[in-house]
């Protein structure tokens, strides 16, 4: 069965600090790059951050020196830790795999005030 459980986001204020988590079935998780990706209220769904299953992580520029992605391999699960939030980080965040199959779970809401 296909699952992917995202959580931990929330309300902030610009400057602080958000993690989330997010639980993956084995059958997506096994073997796969994971990524974080980000829905804006206006924009397209876009690639955060991924992490090969080494462990090698790649980020969009937005985002580097800012948010920090790793994965557990023994608990099927991936993070994504959040620093100095901006407005702009604003939007609904999602985990699959890289690259993203059509299925997705519902996500997590950051909201980053300014």
């Known amino acids: 069965q296909v699952q992917l459980v995202e959580s931990g986001g929330g309300l902030v204020q610009a400057g602080e600090s958000l993690r989330l988590s997010c639980e993956v079935s084995r059958t997506i998780f096994i073997r796969n790059t994971m990524a974080w990706y980000r829905q804006g209220p206006t924009n397209a769904r876009e690639l955060v951050a991924r992490?090969?299953?080494?462990?090698?992580?790649n980020y969009a520029d937005s985002v580097k020196g800012r948010f920090t992605i790793s994965r557990d391999n023994a608990k099927n699960t991936v993070d994504l830790q959040m620093n100095n939030l901006q407005p702009g980080d604003t939007g609904v965040y999602y985990c699959?795999?890289?690259?993203?199959?059509?299925?997705w779970g519902r996500g997590t809401q950051v909201t980053v005030s300014s």
């Open positions: 699959n795999s890289w690259p993203a199959p059509p299925n």
């Open positions: 992490i090969t299953f080494a462990g090698a992580p």
